[in-house]
């Protein structure tokens, strides 16, 4: 199986940052995209940003500017720098990776960690 260890998640004033880390461990799979999830109580999970192994990357139009992924291909570790956080941004996020076996396409999802932006 492919594990997803996430950390970075807390407590931030509007304005500030902070950044998400997922790591991807197990063996005999190769990652074609990963991506940050997030739910906020009450709406739907949604897509926040992702990147491909070869680096390109997606973001939803309310992160556009404000956030960052990227990914360490050596260390199977994604990031998500999230900068000028605002109350609105308060929710789970959730890593998620698809990889690729000798044999078939696999996913996983991470436990999620919270994030909370409030004065």
């Known amino acids: 199986q492919v594990h997803l260890a996430e950390s970075g998640g807390g407590l931030v004033q509007p304005g500030g940052s902070l950044r998400l880390s997922c790591a991807a461990s197990g063996s005999g799979f190769s990652i074609s995209v990963m991506g940050w999830y997030r739910q906020a109580p009450g709406t739907q999970r949604e897509l926040v940003a992702s990147i491909t192994d070869g680096g390109t990357t997606n973001y939803a139009d309310s992160v556009k500017g404000r956030f960052t992924v990227s990914i360490d291909n050596a260390k199977n570790t994604m990031y998500l720098q999230m900068n000028s956080l605002k109350p609105e941004d308060t929710a789970i996020y959730y890593c998620?990776?698809?990889?690729?076996?000798?044999?078939?396409?696999?996913?996983?999802w991470g436990q999620g960690t919270q994030v909370t932006v409030s004065s």
């Open positions: 998620h990776v698809n990889v690729w076996t000798p044999w078939d396409t696999a996913n996983s």
